[in-house]
């Protein structure tokens, strides 16, 4: 495409998820844990938690990710203009991730590439999206494509959260004439919540307000869905188009969230369920709803919270949840909390289990959220076939790969990392036979933190 022609149907080219070689039962865990029966499985909703040793860094996952991308896919490195990086797991307080990524291109002679970091939490990686699409469709776009990638190495102090963790990342081709089209309206919510935030500058461990982090997680769902159906509403109306009010998940055909663990996205899908009915309790679908103006009378700070609420809409949603939202969780399911890849990674996993007769055509809703806090919903439409993307990320069968070992390897490998945070010079202990091919490996740290990576062959 000539450079002074707008590019077209920006979005989603190619997707590639990365996750380690190694997994945890989480009803094992509870075993170990000497924890209740079902607390971590039924409670949380969670299966199998994906981990890390020493071996491999935020550096390390996104050299894999997107060297992977790059050679799965058949991407000429000179083909890239722009790379954009979401993360919230810190190894420098300067030098930028992206930076890392850079060797991949240099040794091609392309060191002309945009972009850098972007970090709040687990938004980190939409903000990098939103940046790359905003270059792709912007005035200084130069005719080549973006590069995202998202990843992160979620792991928590001994204690109460420690089973929400896990690690992956993913790297994502943004550029025009995409089977995966961002459409342009954003609902998003920001605000200054200490809900879960990483102030311990001398640990990987984060310091978390469980339950303020469910009801900022409602509550910014809550308002940039809201703002989405206001925003999408008005687009419709400029463009003169005619459509039967309001606007709601009626218009949506799989909405996909931010895991950090299997209960919520259950919970997040009711919600928006609840304000559905909020904004037309008459509807159909809300017709066995039980008492109804209980709920529509209810404070809206106590709905946040609320049990009646959230059981009710459970019910209302659970059919629905089991259609089309469970397709998106497989990789949650096996991999855990990703932080900033959780949200992709749960596209990753529907465009794997949907055949792309069942996608084309469709509108994916994505909810996005990161702590402290920042939130966005949008959505994708599917306009061209997926059925590269689905072959070429072979995600299934990946994750039903991944070897599950006992949890004692998954508390060795973080006492090793907790040990040696910071620490230089350092030559890493876990076993590259913990790593699969092709998995980029930090092979040592300098007396100047200089870090070292090779690939295994």
């Known amino acids: ?111 002309d590439i945009e972009g850098l970091d ?88 984060p310091v978390v307000d469980g339950p303020l982090t469910v009801t900022t997680y409602n509550k910014a769902l809550d308002q940039s869905y809201i703002t989405w159906r206001q925003k999408f509403e008005s687009r419709l109306k400029a463009q003169g188009k005619e459509f039967e009010g309001p606007i709601s998940l009626n218009i949506v055909d799989y909405p996909v969230f931010h895991a950090p663990y299997g209960k919520m996205v259950q919970k997040a899908h009711a919600r928006l369920v609840f304000n559905d009915f909020l904004a037309n309790p008459t509807d159909p679908r809300f017709a066995n709803v ?9 404070p809206y700070e106590k709905t946040l919270s609320d049990k009646s609420v959230e059981k009710t809409f459970i019910g209302v949603a659970n059919s629905d949840f089991k259609k089309i939202v469970e397709p998106s969780m497989q990789c949650g399911k096996r991999c855990g909390n990703m932080y900033t890849a959780s949200l992709y990674n749960c596209l990753a996993s529907l465009l794997a289990v949907k055949t792309p007769e069942e996608l084309f055509g469709k509108r994916i809703s994505m909810y996005a959220y990161g702590s402290g806090c920042a939130s966005s919903f949008f959505t994708i439409r599917v306009k061209g076939s997926t059925e590269k993307i689905r072959k070429t990320m072979n995600l299934l069968d990946r994750l039903a790969s991944m070897e599950v070992v006992p949890p004692t390897q998954f508390i060795e490998a973080l006492e090793v990392r907790e040990k040696n945070h910071n620490a ?19 092979e040592s740290i300098d007396e100047k933190y200089r870090r070292k990576y090779s690939v295994k062959a």
Not at 132 to 153: K, L, M
Not at 179 to 203: C, Q, R
Not at 291 to 298: A, G, H, I, L, Q
Request: glycine residues 10%; contains cysteine.
């Open 290 to 298: 039980t008492n109804p103006e209980t709920f529509t009378s209810m």
């Open 1 to 111: 495409m000539a450079i002074d022609q707008r590019p077209q149907d920006v979005g989603i080219l190619a997707i590639y998820p990365y996750f380690p070689k190694r997994c945890i039962s989480e009803e094992e865990l509870e075993v170990f844990d000497g924890v209740a029966k079902g607390k971590y499985t039924i409670g949380l909703g969670a299966e199998y938690m994906a981990f890390t040793d020493d071996r491999e860094d935020i550096n390390s996952f996104a050299l894999t990710a997107v060297s992977q991308l790059l050679e799965k896919y058949s991407i000429d490195p000179t083909s890239i203009g722009r790379i954009d990086v979401g993360t919230e797991t810190m190894i420098d307080k300067s030098k930028s991730v992206k930076s890392t990524l850079m060797d991949l291109f240099s040794a091609h002679g392309n060191n």
């Open 424 to 442: 230089a010079p350092y030559h890493p202990v876990g076993s590259t036979d913990n790593l699969l091919p092709g998995t980029y490996y930090l």
């Open 118 to 205: 972007n970090t709040n939490a687990c938004y980190g990686s939409t903000g990098a999206l939103f940046n790359a699409v905003n270059w792709v469709e912007g005035r200084s776009w130069d005719g080549r494509n973006a590069i995202v990638f998202a990843g992160d190495i979620a792991i928590y102090a001994e204690g109460a959260s420690r089973p929400v963790g896990g690690a992956g990342g993913c790297a994502i081709l943004i550029g025009p004439n995409a089977p995966l089209v961002l459409e342009p309206v954003h609902g998003s919510h920001m605000a200054n919540v200490y809900d879960f935030y990483k102030p311990i500058l001398t640990s990987e461990y």
